[in-house]
């Protein structure tokens, strides 16, 4: 029996375990490695200061309708020779896991997991062109092996040309089902372009003329997020002892001043003091049920919130001109919280709201306080073109981490769970207990952190932790709240039309009343309508 | 000549002595005379009509008065016997949203002018109707109007005008009356005298007509029961219970129509006859068809004093009576509606509060948590409540319920 | 006596020519005499307990016959002008199912026997208590006594015995009369005759009563028009318009109850009177209040032969009549619960499929969509009805819809 | 930026995503960790033939609430000294990755993650005690190094004497929360004395005053299911590649009968001739296009199912025992289908019925037809102890996977989709659309495969691949209709007794009525009611 024993290798658990990682079947597998290559694309442009420009190609293999060839193509800095076999072609390889620091990949896993379905289902490993400024550009072909989890070179050649300076190109060949719809890459892209303002996409789809380009609508690089060392409420304990092992640090209360954020002298020794420790201990030496003590005093200190530098929100503004460049709305409001902690991780949460009026009218008064009804434009129908639903319809929500969309899992996302449980009634929308509000309306969530707790390893949901749930919940209270008073403003005046109509209806009814009581002459009637009417108008105004 | 008719039938069967010295007679009600009255009610309509013309020209915002009408503004004294009117206005100024109802209330008005004029009238659906030629400000649905209807009842109560001077009419059937009665009545159109003898309705009944101050009485009658139900009223008919113990039976059909409600005061006041109730116990029966009848509703604070019988007294179906009679088993169990105007009546209404026995007594329904109807007699036999129940509780009249 | 003053009152107002020759009488109705019928229903009684007894005894399960009570169960031809049933039965056999039921049969039927031997009456509602004293085989809910009271009409109507004489009666209100008619009834007591005189009811009216084949009648009238709503016939009756026009009115209150049709039937037949339908523009009053007066009704098909008037007509409201009085904006749409009545009638009531005429109204009703109040000529002034409408239709009667 | 790319440790990544692993807080913690050593128990003990004796501490620790020592104590086989602390201390490593058997572990991280994270929380790393038959026990204690996923032992001590003669014995502490009710160790240990009745089980937890035991009511060994080798249907493009590579034989039609089950030498032929290509083929030569034919042409062959003789059911008789032992029910059905294949694995499913009828009394019909009403003897209410619910509540379902009982995320597992979608109306219980349905019951569903696929890597929940959903909802089907039959008869039974009753209450008033008409006497009304009822009687058996 222990002969049977053996290692085994993380591609081959992935492989078996594919829709751990998004692959459950093909419509699923196409948006995910899509949605890892534009994410790893992103990244690297933000990381180098450039303005992203994305092209996603879509293709279709004649004969075969159930595959298809994917490229991805990004400005970014392009990736020198040596490390392009590691990045697409070995699961758990990348920059982002030890390093808290926001970004969208983050585990090393999702292109190269990407590259290894596409091999699975149609024997054919990725291809990757990049190429590094003032540099040739190489043309690679891989090949995985699954039980060593190692990339094989099945062809690498410098390209004497390539029309990019810079910039790194992704294919891969794999059994897949295009369709277009809610949580389709159509959707995807789309909301992407909300999301990052500052990025250009070009699509190109099965089916469609001509690709589909969202310009960029603005021309700042998101600032990078620093990286941070960890803060001391999120270290438990078996990492501290870990910590402690390995740091650099001779004397205690330079580890805890050195290895974490946020601690100073004053809060280093009274940290020491509360464990009853030395801090002139040594690190190395403190023993298990020291460190115990030590990770006890930490939960008690009172220590400052992490450093906020290492996030890089979207920011009001961003998020104001992504909704308004993909939605035809009445009415924005956006609010971004100030960062908080979960875990020791900082995280920032942002919600936009985009509502528009329910049905066709739209009321505009003038300076003198006059009220005019205006028809508005027709909205489109298919419902990737157009992020507002139908006024009956729940609130569409549009989940983002890290400015990556969320497409799937809806339910089960903490956003959604914060979204159900505040009382948008309050704010003038309509909500069942229970439910999402409805409306002719989309809720953007967006949140920022070094290290986003997905439920699964397909990240498509945010796991509902309390400190998350609550500033979710703050964020749309806010933007919710600036909703309430344009729909109570808008209501107020749709009420006042309606009044004045009223009036102009049935006041005419008191003259005939009177002048057929009265015997009136008609003119004395008119005259007391008029006189009537004046007076009622000068008790009104908006 | 149909009274020497009457007279002669009832002489004939009845089993009682009778001195003619017991013939009681009363003339029309002594309230002011139609004319008089309609001279007054177009007055007034008109009055109201010039304050708002005047103060619509004077740049003000005219306003219309009318009295609140609901149990709150009623005061109950034993002494005087009904709901009064406690004296809560409520006041309707023309603004953005009273314009349309203003607008109506004044068309309603100039509609009741003219049929006062013409001796006209109309039923309250028909008023619906009237406002379909008012272009946008008709009437939507029939609730509507009646509610307009109601306000400038109450507006003109202020001034001792009723609905029925006004014309309006409901579409209400009026109960029915047998018995030693003779209703004098006069031809509309000919004015000349018409006598309806309602111990010679065979079969039948007299209706009560929707108007009944101009109708003048003759009887040899010893009381008045008011009944509930169209079927109880039939069987003391069919078997001639009236004439037997000598009394005159009304038919309420539920909660009394305003004309009920008044015929029997008139008969109660001006004839100087007892009226007994007999009505389903059950929070209804007591709470709506018997409290209405005697001391009015809230709702027409303004006319109860007219149009309520306030010395009429409870016979029946008392919740002591289901267990004397022993009916618990042909008993409902109380509603949840039920249970609700029951805690009402001994929580908000003056009437009830005033009289510890009756609050005893929906007390005691209450615990015992059933209702039972008059025709629960006929578990012991059809006729059970005319062989027994009807000579017992009758026996001991001045113990009714208050 | 009361003939005499009747006379005197009608010629002293009538503004037609008046001659003696053209009253007309009739005596109780020319059916098997009340106590001919009674023994009948005894025996028939009888003859039922007996069968179920004796095929008891014998080891086998009893059962009962009756006729089906629905509109499939129904012929129209337009020369015999009703209802007529089509023959097909219902058995109830004694088994689990049906044992409750057959003995609360049995118990109603000995209820019955009773009644006829005393000649007593319940109404539906007392025969629902008379069951609180039979334990288990009690009724829950009156819907459960009415169900079993119906089956054993329809099991007597095969035997000429009808609910009346069963002496079951409804609790339903009687509909009033007034106009040129005198009503000859007599005192159940003492057997007297008693004559009310429609002409003299003042603002009242004479009331049906729940059985009238006892009835004799005197009328100089010319024709009857029945009425759906009480407030139309108010307006009628306070403005005399009996006597303008010389007819008797007759108010149905909806769909007219079994005595009431009862009634106008022999008034029309005994009298020899044309009677003019007067009912709302929609479904339920053509295809219920009329029909059902007209021709009888599915439930009732058994004893539609007495019960109904087959040669009533359609005065109106039709839907041409919306147009061509302009009542357009006093109508309302037709609900869907319209719409169905009006295309089951078209699909399967016998009597509507007969009459061209009548198809192409409903289907004109219903290509309107709407729905239209006899109260609706009240838009153009309250008394249009008398001075326009009715002189206008009744001068072209023989075209009034079958 | 190329200097940051680095490799990431499995044990890394998972300490960092504990809750993919079912770590997500401490109730669920301490749930996991003793499943995953009663799964090893269990499959150890099976493995070596040996009935299972289990035991299963949960201990609490003076001045702390929020740890506990766990210990889960096992008379199986032993293992090796040397393979201790791999098994243990490493994450991804085992025998049952590989191999395509039955089992209840199968991936070689449970147990291992359970120590990392009671390292993590209480910095103790866990201890394990182990005898080999015939052999000295030998006593660890390890600390796990995550950067490496290597494990450093701390002690490693031969005991002189140990209370069984082999076995293996694990404990470590950890933060946790215990508590009982649905969903907790309570619950897992209930269940699984349900679906293993060959096993003893005790169960000593805090709060109770004596061991709970479970005693085995089977002395039989489930029969371990054999090896197999990878059906062809099950194989991807990717995977075919890899296997053509490695394999020994030297021809293709012998690679294709030799590395796969169900391949004989006609259905190898008719394969290689669709695929266009020569029997005589090197595998290793077989180029990607070419292997890509081969792929399409197995997938057109006609293979027979893999062999069963991998799977181990619990079998009918096992399933009526287990739900009797554990269930007071009133009626049982059980089903074991006929294997199936989901993705070339095979797997077979169970379902197992308990059904009590609503309501106190019980009616029991004799030989004679007699119907008499019995008392029913009272349930319990604790909700572990008593797995039926109430008669208006949903039915609960019991998930297994490979005996294991799943705890967590039942609405989105394949089985309760599967139950769902089942028209239980059929069967006599009611249910409304889209809702479990309703009833005294419990339906156990147990899947029995060489790997079964569950939703995340916390195996709480079935994939609900399409050929599983049918299988179960197949089983149910079966299962139910059983039910169906009791339920109706029940129903007659009690129609029926209604009935009789119904007849002695209303014909002694037929009596009376007719009585009352006809003026009968007393003795000829007894004697018509009499008859009628003799008669009526007659015409109703049951």
Redesign the interface.
């Known amino acids: 029996m222990a002969a049977s024993q053996r290692e085994i290798s993380i591609s081959e658990f992935f492989a078996k375990n594919r829709h751990l990682l998004g692959f459950d079947n093909p419509k699923k597998a196409l948006l995910t490695t899509i949605k890892e290559a534009v994410d790893n694309s992103m990244d690297a442009c933000e990381e180098a200061g450039i303005l992203p420009e994305i092209l996603v190609e879509i293709m279709a293999i004649d004969g075969q309708d159930d595959r298809f060839k994917v490229a991805i193509q990004d400005n970014g800095p392009g990736i020198v020779k040596a490390q392009v076999p590691n990045i697409f072609g070995k699961l758990l390889y990348g920059s982002k896991f030890h390093s808290r620091r926001q970004s969208r990949g983050q585990q090393g896993i999702g292109i190269s997991a990407a590259g290894l379905y596409a091999q699975m289902t149609t024997g054919k490993g990725p291809e990757i062109i990049s190429r590094v400024k003032r540099k040739k550009a190489h043309h690679f072909v891989l090949q995985m092996d699954s039980t060593k989890n190692k990339p094989m070179i099945t062809r690498d050649k410098e390209l004497a040309d390539w029309h990019l300076k810079h910039g790194t190109r992704f294919e891969c060949t794999l059994e897949a089902t295009y369709k277009r719809g809610k949580g389709s890459v159509d959707d995807y892209i789309k909301q992407t372009a909300v999301a990052n303002p500052h990025a250009s996409l070009t699509y190109l789809a099965p089916g469609m003329e001509e690709p589909m380009v969202y310009e960029a609508a603005s021309k700042i690089v998101p600032e990078r997020g620093e990286e941070i060392k960890p803060h001391p409420y999120g270290v438990e304990l078996g990492e501290l002892i870990k910590m402690l092992r390995q740091t650099n640090s001779r004397w205690l209360s330079g580890f805890l001043k050195e290895d974490f954020c946020r601690v100073g002298p004053k809060v280093a020794k009274s940290i020491i003091a509360e464990a009853g420790l030395s801090e002139k201990s040594y690190p190395s030496r403190i023993a298990r049920e020291e460190a115990d003590a030590l990770h006890r005093a930490i939960q008690k200190a009172k220590i400052s919130s992490p450093p906020t530098t290492c996030l890089s929100p979207i920011g009001e503004e961003r998020i104001l001109e992504g909704l308004q460049k993909e939605t035809d709305a009445d009415f924005y409001a956006v609010c971004t919280r100030p960062p908080s902690v979960y875990r020791g991780n900082p995280f920032q949460i942002e919600v936009g709201i985009a509502w528009a009026k329910p049905g066709d009218d739209h009321l505009d008064v003038d300076g003198d306080g006059k009220i005019t009804k205006i028809k508005k434009k027709k909205r489109g129908t298919f419902d990737t073109e157009n992020l507002l639903g139908n006024a009956d319809d729940a609130i569409r929500i549009l989940r983002f981490a890290n400015r990556v969309p969320l497409l799937s899992q809806q339910a089960s996302c903490g956003f959604t769970k914060a979204a159900i449980s505040t009382s948008w009634k309050n704010y003038g929308l309509q909500q069942s207990k229970g439910s999402l509000p409805v409306g002719s309306a989309v809720i953007l969530v967006h949140m920022a952190s070094v290290w986003v707790p997905f439920t699964s390893e397909a990240k498509e949901a945010i796991a509902p932790y309390d400190e998350i749930l609550k500033e979710v919940r703050l964020a749309m209270q806010e933007a919710g709240r600036k909703l309430g008073v344009h729909i109570r403003k808008g209501k107020k005046i749709s009420s006042e039309f309606q009044k004045r109509n009223y009036i102009d209806a049935f006041l005419p009814h008191v003259g005939i009343g009177l002048q057929e009581i009265l015997k009136l002459e008609p003119e004395v009637r008119e005259d007391t309508v008029d006189m009537l009417r004046a007076t009622l108008e000068s008790t009104r105004k908006i | ?2 009274a020497k ?1 009457k007279k002669k ?1 009832t002489k ?2 009845t089993k009682k002595k009778f001195t003619p010295e017991k013939v009681r007679k009363a003339g029309p009600s002594k309230r002011k005379g139609k004319n008089d009255l309609s001279a007054v009610a177009i007055e007034s ?2 009055d109201v ?2 304050d ?2 005047n103060v ?2 004077s ?4 306003e219309m008065v009318m009295p609140q009408r609901n149990l709150k503004n009623v005061t109950y004294d034993k002494k005087t016997g009904y709901f009064e009117m406690a004296g809560n206005m409520k006041t309707r100024r ?4 009273s ?2 109802t ?6 309603l ?2 509609l009741a ?1 003219d ?1 006062v004029a013409d001796d ?4 309250k ?6 406002s ?7 009437f939507g649905e029939q609730r509507e109007s009646d509610s307009v209807l109601d306000d400038i009842e109450g507006m003109f109560s202020l001034k001792d005008i009723t609905r029925e001077i006004l014309r309006f ?1 409901p ?4 109960g ?1 009356v047998v018995g030693a009665l003779t ?1 004098i ?6 004015g ?1 005298a ?3 003898d309602c111990a ?12 009944v101050d101009h ?1 003048g009485f003759e009887t040899t009658a010893d009381f008045i029961i008011a009944i509930e ?3 109880m009223f ?2 003391l008919n ?1 078997h ?1 219970y009236w ?1 037997n113990s000598n009394c005159i039976l009304v038919e309420m ?1 539920g909660v009394p129509t305003r004309a009920t409600r008044r015929f029997t005061r008139r008969l109660s006041q001006d004839l100087k006859l007892p009226v007994y109730v007999f009505v389903d116990c059950d929070p209804y029966g007591i709470c709506n068809i018997y409290r209405t009848l005697k001391v009015g509703s809230g709702a027409a604070a303004h006319v109860n004093k007219d149009f309520c019988v306030p010395n009429a007294t409870f016979m029946g179906v008392t919740p002591q009576d289901i267990i004397d009679f022993q009916l618990e ?2 008993t409902h169990p109380l509603l949840p509606v039920d249970i609700k105007r029951a805690k009402d009546a001994l929580k908000n209404d003056p009437f009830f509060k005033a009289h510890p026995k009756w609050v005893k007594a929906i007390k005691q329904m209450l615990k015992m948590g059933v209702r039972a ?1 008059q ?6 036999g ?2 059970f409540v005319i062989e027994e129940y009807l000579p017992t509780k009758i026996k001991d009249a001045k113990n009714f319920l208050p």
Request: charged share 30%; proline share 3%.
């Open positions: 000549m149909a008719k039938v004939k069967v309509i008109k009509a010039l708002v013309f619509a020209n740049g003000e915002l005219p023309l603004d953005v949203n314009v349309k203003f607008a109506q209330t004044l068309r008005m100039s002018k049929m006209d009238f109309a039923t659906r028909e008023a619906y109707y009237v379909k030629n008012w272009g946008d400000a008709k009419r579409e209400e059937h009026g029915s209703v009545d006069h031809d509309p159109e000919t000349e018409i006598r309806s010679a309705m065979g079969s039948g009944a007299y209706t009560i007509p929707s108007s109708l139900t169209g079927g039939q069987r069919h001639r004439r059909s088993d042909a109807e025709q629960a007699f006929a578990k012991w059809l006729n």
